[in-house]
């Protein structure tokens, strides 16, 4: 049955990719809202745009007389909660930020919801018995697994290094008190890093793509051997959406793309694909640009999920491999050259103008 989606940060990059599926293949109507920091780009949801099931709410999630005119204007069924800051170096840099959007802005967001659902008719009432609060969250919450064969399971326990995943777990255990304390019928999920298209080029994937293209230095953190576990942005999308609608009320799921490499290799493959694509004039291989600077503090060695709970209940796996997935992540961004220039040039932001 078609059910109306309040996602939260849907202009960002996973957001944008949950709200392109949740229109392009589903009866479901989406109302997206994002105060459109940096990481907002209107321009990544132009396909969406003009959907009579598409709607857009510039507000910000910490502003509780927005968030309470949201939920009593649209009548949600399902929210998506993916408005966060969400740049570890950003989070050294300027914490209170994190602190402020992460776990207040969560809070608020929870008390919207929480007045909302408790305010639906509750006998008899397939709405509010169908209410689903789905909070999206990381792996960085659990922490560095360095040394170890271990994966993170739902029940590893947090131990978060960065002002960025101390926020994010911060907010996963408001979610689980609305849970437990006030029934709020709620889902968490943790995933992988994600890359894919309409990645913000400050993160690594895009980064060196671009950084490459151009000819710069790809700048690789220590030594290049920290491991991530990578999914593609629209698998993730994919298992969010099927986790909101057919996951536990309560439960957590790990999301993962059985993807583990070392950020070297991930840059390596990346020059090689590049070099197969565009041949560079002066044949000279784009390893050569790889540049090692200096560690990140507090960097965590290696992050591992253990996907089988999702797959096991809910039947979800990846659809792509690492190689199929950065293939098509690099001829993405060869071929939309114009979303990237507008980001990097800052025109991307004129978008606001004009909203409210
Ligand atoms: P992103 O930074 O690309 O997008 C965040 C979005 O939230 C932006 O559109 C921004 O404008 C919006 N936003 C920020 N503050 C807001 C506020 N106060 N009110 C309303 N909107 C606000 O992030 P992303 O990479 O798409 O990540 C989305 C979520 O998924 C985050 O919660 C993140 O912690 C989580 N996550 C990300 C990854 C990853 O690899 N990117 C992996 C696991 C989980």
């Given amino acids: 049955m078609p059910r109306t989606f309040l996602i939260t940060g849907g202009a960002g990059f996973i957001g944008s990719a949950v709200v392109r599926e949740l229109i392009a293949n589903t009866d479901h109507t989406v109302v997206n809202i994002d105060k459109l920091t940096y990481a907002g780009n209107l321009e990544s949801l132009a396909s969406v745009a003009d959907s009579p099931r598409y709607t857009f709410i510039h507000a910000d999630i910490c502003d509780a007389q927005a968030m309470r005119q949201a939920f009593a204007i649209h009548q949600p069924d399902v929210v998506m909660h993916l408005a966060a800051e969400s740049h570890v170096d950003r989070s050294i840099d300027?914490?209170?930020?994190?602190?402020?959007t992460n776990m207040v802005g969560t809070a608020v967001l929870l008390e919207a919801a929480r007045s909302y659902w408790k305010a639906l008719p509750q006998t008899s009432s397939e709405k509010a018995a169908g209410f689903r609060f789905h909070h999206i969250s990381t792996d960085e919450v659990y922490g560095d697994l360095e040394g170890t064969d271990?994966?993170?399971?739902?029940?590893t326990p947090y131990?978060?290094?960065?002002?960025?995943?101390?926020s994010k777990a911060s907010s996963d255990h408001?979610?689980?008190a609305w849970q437990r304390t006030y029934?709020?019928?709620?889902?968490?999920?943790?995933?992988?890093?994600?890359?894919?298209?309409y990645h913000f080029p400050e993160k690594l994937i895009p980064l060196v793509i671009l950084n490459a293209l151009a000819g710069k230095p790809l700048p690789v953190y220590g030594d290049?051997?920290?491991?991530?576990?990578?999914?593609?942005?629209e698998d993730h999308a994919r298992a969010l959406i099927q986790v909101a609608t057919e996951g536990r009320v309560g439960e957590t799921y790990n999301i993962g793309g059985h993807n583990e490499q070392t950020n070297l290799h991930v840059v390596q493959t990346i020059?090689?694909?590049l070099d197969e694509l565009v041949p560079p004039a002066d044949k000279r291989s784009r390893r050569e640009l790889i540049t090692f600077v200096k560690d990140r503090p507090g960097h965590d060695q290696r992050y591992a999920i253990d996907a089988s709970?999702?797959?096991?209940?809910?039947?979800?796996?990846?659809?792509e491999t690492f190689e199929t997935g950065l293939r098509k992540t690099v001829q993405w961004y060869l071929a939309n050259e114009i979303w990237w220039r507008r980001v990097q040039d800052g025109s991307y932001q004129g978008e606001r103008l004009g909203l409210s």
């Fill in 94 to 100: 300027g914490p209170l930020e994190f602190i402020h």
């Fill in 150 to 155: 271990d994966l993170f399971t739902e029940t």
């Fill in 159 to 166: 131990a978060p290094s960065s002002p960025y995943s101390a």
């Fill in 174 to 176: 408001l979610v689980r």
């Fill in 183 to 197: 029934g709020l019928p709620t889902l968490v999920t943790n995933c992988s890093n994600n890359y894919g298209p």
């Fill in 224 to 233: 290049g051997q920290q491991i991530r576990d990578w999914l593609y942005v």
């Fill in 271 to 273: 020059c090689d694909l």
């Fill in 309 to 319: 709970k999702i797959q096991r209940e809910l039947g979800w796996t990846p659809q």
